[in-house]
């Protein structure tokens, strides 16, 4: 009895074996789901550490949004010796079973088939590839499920095996996404700023199937939606539009497990002998790594007010009821009553294990992991159109002719008949050609606008005009321009004819303009009247023909004055 009474050193000896390899696999702080297979192996790890140990305790830290690709190997002895009782020990199994409260978007694998490893009287070298992109920034608390194996050798009873199931706890915090981006929907076209209304398509990304998922949308612009598919949504009107999804993915909690009935297979102890040989039942879910306290004695029984939190993905898990013998040297080794396979839904329901052991479980859904992406969907507004100025809309080739707008933050572009005007960037453009001119300001977030179009005629000058002279007659050699003739420098006032009387010795010139106002001056021409001044005496003599030849006819119509002289 005291031999005995000292085995359970050896069973705490144990726990101490499987809380060093949780220890080693999960101290890292990063975890998830099954999914990221070839982990390497690091061969010197057994060296550097003979005592069993993790290689690598350092990972770099994983971002939100970010893929994460790392692997960590482990070495554990097949042999070690409890220190309490020099009794030796040996590794038989461990098994990672399960992990619950991981990080969405991360995965691990190890490098062993269904992650069991069995040294078999063999070292133990593993390695875990941990691999995946989280979603949401934050500190998970995270608890792994471990079974294990384990042999004391040559005790005073023999070879004691021993199984155990285990828990611990440890977290992980996946730190913000510096770019800001969302992992949890995608969105059609991938633009969520323009200048112009957009119209995108959400979808979620993520789903904790077979666990119940729900997803509630709020885009911002008045509307909301439920379900995976977030639709079409169309954003109008300048502002920001926060896109907001909340993912919630719910996890099943076993509440209550009963025990109505088992059948007669459990042999009496000790203690059952003074109660009528009742059983003393308790049940165990190897996935959890669970083991519920025993219940008082009979052949019914009643768990309640349990929190028993299933794995993400669990849809089903073996449940074995046990009748509690205590084991040697008083007892005899517990006795087993059955296996019922529970398939996972939320409700009460019946299970049987057969043979006669059956009874109900309740299953309660809890909100396991929320995440909440947020998207800004932003309509710039465009900058307000240039507006183009100049005095005049015409302007002579060769002529200095300028275009104008307002001082303004934006980047400048000047068009000419559809085509930029390289380097014209200011807010001034001097005009050389005819055509159609236009402004384009573009803003700091590509905004543009275009100004009104405003058409400008760059027109030729006439011709330098030339004239004939005639006698005292000057003659415009063209006469499809607007006509002014120059006298000492200064317009003739209603001089604006093909022919112009020259009677006074000076200066003339002549000036054409078009009809957009270009004009040109001739050369000056200094004259000087031939031939006499003519004088009209109808009243008193008629000279005819006029031009004469030959003959002249003078008729005086009038006696002439006294003193008068004919020439």
């Not at 997803?215 to 995976?228: C, D, E, L, Q, V």
């Not at 003074?274 to 009979?298: C, E, K, M, R």
């Not at 085509?419 to 300001?441: C, H, I, R, W």
């Not at 000036?511 to 270009?518: F, I, K, L, P, S």
């Amino acid at each position: 009895l005291e031999l005995y009474l000292n085995y359970p050193h050896m069973k705490s000896y144990f726990n101490l074996l499987v809380i060093l390899l949780s220890s080693l696999l999960f101290s890292t702080g990063l975890y998830s789901q099954s999914g990221c297979p070839g982990c390497v192996l690091d061969i010197q790890c057994p060296a550097n550490l003979p005592g069993g140990g993790i290689c690598d305790t350092t990972l770099t830290p994983a971002m939100a949004n970010h893929y994460y690709d790392e692997d960590v190997s482990f070495y554990m002895p097949a042999y070690v010796v409890d220190p309490n009782t020099g009794y030796t020990v040996r590794l038989n199994t461990i098994t990672i079973t399960g992990i619950s409260g991981l990080p969405v978007g991360l995965g691990w694998q190890t490098n062993a088939s269904g992650s069991q490893y069995q040294p078999a009287g063999g070292d133990t070298l593993g390695c875990i590839k941990f691999c995946g992109t989280p979603i949401t920034p934050g500190t998970y608390n995270i608890t792994v499920f471990i079974t294990a194996e384990v042999t004391a050798l040559n005790t005073p009873i023999g070879d004691v095996d021993e199984t155990s199931y285990q828990f611990y706890n440890s977290s992980i915090t996946v730190l913000p996404d510096t770019a800001g981006g969302v992992g949890s929907f995608t969105f059609t076209p991938q633009v969520n700023a323009s200048c112009d209304p957009l119209t995108l398509t959400f979808e979620a990304t993520v789903d904790g199937d077979p666990d119940p998922t729900r997803w509630f949308w709020n885009f911002g612009n008045g509307n909301t939606a439920s379900g995976k598919q977030g639709g079409m949504q169309t954003f109008s009107n300048p502002g920001t539009y926060p896109v907001v999804l909340t993912t919630k993915i719910y996890l099943h909690v076993i509440r209550e497990v009963i025990v109505t009935d088992v059948w007669d297979n459990w042999s009496g102890d000790i203690e059952e002998l003074t109660t009528l040989q009742n059983p003393d039942l308790y049940f165990v879910i190897p996935d959890l790594g669970l083991q519920s306290n025993t219940a008082p004695s009979g052949t019914s029984a009643v768990w309640t007010n349990r929190n028993d939190t299933l794995p993400p993905g669990t849809t089903s898990f073996q449940l074995e009821v046990w009748d509690e013998d205590n084991g040697p040297p008083l007892g005899s080794p517990d006795d087993y009553l059955g296996t019922a396979t529970i398939n996972v839904h939320a409700g009460t329901f019946s299970w049987s294990a057969g043979n006669g052991t059956y009874g109900q479980i309740t299953i309660d859904t809890v909100v396991g992991t929320v995440i909440r992406d947020t998207l800004p969907v932003t309509i710039f507004e465009h900058p307000a159109p240039a507006v183009i100025q100049s005095p005049y809309d015409t302007t002579c080739i060769g002529d200095t002719f300028y275009l104008t707008i307002a001082s303004t933050p934006h980047v400048i572009r000047w068009i000419h008949d559809t085509l930029e005007v390289p380097n014209a960037t200011d807010t001034f453009l001097k005009v050389y050609q005819s055509g159609t001119y236009m402004v384009v300001l573009t803003d700091s977030n590509g905004c543009q606008s275009v100004s009104a179009p405003r058409p400008i005629i760059v027109a030729n000058y006439p011709p330098t005009p030339t004239f004939t002279i005639q006698g005292n007659i000057l003659t415009a050699q063209l006469s499809n321009f607007d006509i002014q003739w120059y006298y000492d420098s200064l317009p003739i006032p209603g001089a604006n004819s093909v022919t112009l009387v020259a009677d006074s010795p000076g200066i003339y010139q002549l000036e054409y303009t078009n009809r957009w106002g270009c004009s040109k001056i001739s050369q000056p021409y200094f004259h000087t009247p031939v031939g006499i001044n003519s004088y009209s005496y109808h009243d008193i003599i008629t000279v005819f023909p006029n031009p004469a030849r030959d003959v002249l006819h003078i008729r005086f119509n009038n006696p002439l004055p006294s003193g008068f002289t004919l020439s």
